[in-house]
């Protein structure tokens, strides 16, 4: 009789494996985000492949913006799904943002999937010597 070295990991990660075959997908989804801060604005970039314009909605209020949208189910004639990793349905991302911003002069745009909104900042005042009289 052989005797087999029982490795605990191995059977949790094959019993996850077996349950993700039969497991709905979770409703909603989040795309990922960049965000990143030059000297004059902060600049947000989405991956959102598949949704249109009008499918995303930006919110800014004080120093938040927020990213929100839809992503419909896709309706495709299959006997079966094996694995379903795209997300559908409602997502929402807030993002706190350290300073002050420039609403009026938000810009967005969506290329290739990818939505990029550049968000200025304003500009601090300059020092100014007051003189004494």
């Keep these: 009789m052989a005797f087999a070295r029982w490795d605990p990991l191995r059977d949790l990660l094959a019993i996850h494996q077996h349950l993700d075959r039969f497991a709905p997908a979770p409703a909603g989804w989040a795309p990922p985000v960049d965000l990143y801060e030059t000297d004059d604005r902060y600049v947000l970039a989405a991956e959102i492949p598949g949704l249109k314009r009008d499918d995303v909605r930006i919110h800014v ?9 839809v992503r419909q189910e896709r309706q495709i004639a299959c006997e079966q799904y094996h694995r379903v990793e795209r997300g559908h349905g409602q997502f929402s991302r ?19 999937g990818v939505l990029t909104i550049t968000i200025p900042k304003i500009a601090e005042p300059a020092p100014r010597r007051i003189p004494v009289s």
């Excluded at 209020?61 to 949208?69: E, M, R």
């Excluded at 807030?94 to 290739?112: K, M, N, R, W, Y």
């Design 94 to 112: 807030t993002f706190q943002l350290p300073h002050p911003v420039h609403v009026e002069g938000i810009s967005a745009d969506l290329t290739d």
């Design 61 to 69: 209020q004080n120093d938040s913006i927020t990213l929100s949208g």
